[in-house]
């Protein structure tokens, strides 16, 4: 299973950047995905998740600004971001939790992507 980031860059304080992230792989289900950073010098944080049903939540430091969706097929996630500041320059990982078919049958992992950087200039 790949999870493929795209949509990072470098942005003005206030400004808008829209994530996006797609599942792939021999998958036979999407659960929970979410967006997740890390600014350097500090731990992974939590962004904002979406499980299958589409119930979202957020980080205090993000609510009213992001939206977390999903897209129809329900294996592509996208965060929204506006009124950027310079406190959400970080590498944002997309993570998923598939159910995956495996020579031992159907088993539920975790994966992350890559990272796409984010960086908001003030």
């Known amino acids: 299973v790949q999870l493929v980031e795209s949509g990072g860059g470098l942005v003005q304080a206030g400004g808008s950047l829209r994530l996006s992230c797609a599942a792939s792989g021999s998958i036979i289900s999407v659960n929970t995905m979410g967006w997740y950073r890390q600014a350097p010098g500090t731990q992974r944080e939590l962004v904002a998740t979406i499980t299958g049903s589409d119930s979202t939540n957020y980080s205090d430091s993000v609510k009213g600004r992001f939206t977390i969706s999903r897209g129809n097929a329900k294996n592509t996630v996208y965060l929204q971001m506006n009124s950027l500041n310079a406190e959400d320059t970080a590498v944002y990982y997309c993570?998923?939790?598939?159910?995956?078919?495996?020579?031992?049958?159907?088993?539920?992992?975790?994966?992350w992507g890559q990272g796409t950087q984010v960086t908001v200039s003030s």
């Open positions: 993570n998923a939790g598939v159910r995956v078919l495996s020579p031992f049958g159907p088993r539920q992992a975790d994966y």
